[in-house]
């Protein structure tokens, strides 16, 4: 008979008003910060199918603004990390947000943006790309610049803040920030835009980043020197031996992370799956707007179900490994058990194309469970560094598999726009989403399958 683990069965044993939750507090402050995050990123996408219309993009074209962002991102993240880790977690952050609102708030003034651009392009004797496209992707890059240091600075904080067998519940509650944001972007963009135009809408979303900054100054500090916080929940939050050994800070070079196969794990999985969530992100209105034609407007009710189905994904997943922990599975063991079990349902999405006939809200269902598992597989798979890796280099992992993951976004974002043109134009339409709805559906059982290869059994780091 299985015994309950004594480390997962320890919070139980300690009264949490004994303990304190201050902890609690950065949770929601990084809830927040990742709710901001997805409503500047999805502004662009909601306004999509009108912005093609007034500009006459193409799916390419879209493709080409929407992989700008996630290159961009890509890349970013690798430095985001080691930025985080060098400059600590509350300056970090401070830097990322105010340069991700600023980036929003740019997509307003992209003609005269994309204007200069192309006349710079032109005089270099360069091919310039039509001038809306050129400012939406300058007004991209800065909003992936900033938004690229969001979960690293998070799960740093997360490390920071709160002892191993919490941190998936942690970051799962900070993650489900992101289906707020997916929520509340569709039930608030379309409205500013009808009403006060597109532009309103970038520059009123885009600004609250600034807000939240202020209330992140006010309550954020490292746990050292974190004056709310009690005795009894510093000493809670350091419980765990292995970190406490490894607390002190020290240089994780990234050529000395790469030779780690926990490292590639991680890199594996961001790889493999975060396309899966930015395809979903990016191209759902698109792929409404094509098969239902159905407005903006229109779309809020179905996009704000489908992304309140990826909460219960979010904070679900983030416990799932404690039903396996307190059966007797390690920490490790219990995670890549949840995450088998997460993989298996996104194959509905498998169904979305073939059963659409019955109308726009078999999708929506079928898609929101495959968006759900997405988000309870992100909230163990970042959990799994910190599980790891010793808290001073979580960052940098977090950013290694951060630019992994961005670069997987770009080749799904690119594969699907020359997809979707290529068979639109066939009158086809139909046949190039459910190619790529079929790799969503898979994408999971063959990272987990990778992931398990590399590391089979709970190694954790410490020789950095």
């Given at each position: ?11 139980a044993a300690e009264p949490a008003a004994a303990i304190g939750k201050y902890r609690w507090t950065i949770c929601g402050l990084l809830f927040f910060a990742t709710t901001i995050n997805y409503l500047d990123r999805q502004v662009l996408s909601l306004l999509a199918p009108a912005l093609s219309k007034e500009f006459g993009w193409s799916n390419t074209d879209y ?309 759900s598992a997405h988000q309870a597989w992100s909230a163990n798979l970042f959990t799994t560094v910190s599980d790891m890796f010793p808290k001073h280099s979580v960052g940098s992992v977090v950013g290694i598999g951060g630019m992994a993951g961005g670069l997987g976004g770009v080749l799904i974002t690119k594969v699907a726009g020359k997809l979707f043109d290529h ?42």
């Amino acid at each position: 008979m299985n015994q309950p683990n004594p480390q997962a069965v320890g919070l139980a044993a300690e009264p949490a008003a004994a303990i304190g939750k201050y902890r609690w507090t950065i949770c929601g402050l990084l809830f927040f910060a990742t709710t901001i995050n997805y409503l500047d990123r999805q502004v662009l996408s909601l306004l999509a199918p009108a912005l093609s219309k007034e500009f006459g993009w193409s799916n390419t074209d879209y493709a080409n603004i929407a992989a700008v962002f996630q290159f961009v991102y890509a890349i970013s993240m690798l430095f985001a990390g080691r930025v985080i880790d060098r400059m600590g977690t509350r300056r970090a952050f401070v830097l990322a947000i105010v340069v991700w609102s600023i980036g929003a708030i740019l997509h307003a003034y992209s003609v005269a943006i994309g204007s200069t651009f192309s006349n710079i392009l032109a005089a270099a004797g360069i091919a310039a790309v039509p001038v809306s496209v050129a400012g939406f992707m300058a007004g991209r890059a800065v909003l992936a610049l900033g938004e690229a240091g969001n979960f690293p600075a998070a799960i740093k904080a997360t490390a920071e803040y709160f002892p191993k067998k919490e941190r998936s519940f942690a970051t799962g509650i900070f993650n489900s920030g992101a289906n707020i944001g997916a929520i509340l972007a569709p039930v608030t963009v379309p409205l500013i835009a009808q009403m006060w135009g597109w532009q309103s809408a970038f520059i009123i979303i885009g600004a609250i980043g600034f807000v939240w900054m202020g209330f992140w100054l006010y309550f954020y500090d490292s746990p050292a020197k974190q004056k709310r916080l009690s005795r009894a929940e510093l000493e809670y939050i350091n419980s765990d031996a292995a970190d406490a050994a490894a607390a002190a800070p020290g240089k994780a070079p990234w050529f000395k992370l790469l030779a780690y196969r926990q490292t590639w794990a991680f890199t594996a999985g961001k790889f493999l799956t975060d396309g899966v969530w930015w395809f979903f992100l990016f191209w759902l209105p698109k792929f409404m707007a094509a098969q239902y034609g159905v407005s903006a407007t229109e779309m809020v009710v179905p996009l704000a179900v489908l992304y309140s189905m990826t909460m219960i994904g979010s904070i679900g997943g983030g416990w799932f490994p404690t039903f396996f922990i307190n059966r007797g599975a390690s920490v490790y063991h219990g995670r890549m058990r949840a995450m088998l079990a997460i993989a298996f349902f996104p194959l509905a999405v498998l169904l979305a194309q073939p059963l659409g006939y019955l109308g726009i809200w078999v999708p929506v269902i079928l898609i929101g469970i495959g968006a759900s598992a997405h988000q309870a597989w992100s909230a163990n798979l970042f959990t799994t560094v910190s599980d790891m890796f010793p808290k001073h280099s979580v960052g940098s992992v977090v950013g290694i598999g951060g630019m992994a993951g961005g670069l997987g976004g770009v080749l799904i974002t690119k594969v699907a726009g020359k997809l979707f043109d290529h068979y639109h134009a066939l009158g086809q339409i139909q046949t190039g989403y459910m190619i790529m709805f079929t790799f969503c559906a898979l994408a999971y059982l063959l990272a987990w399958c990778i992931m398990k290869a590399l590391v089979p059994a709970h190694k954790e780091i410490t020789d950095l």
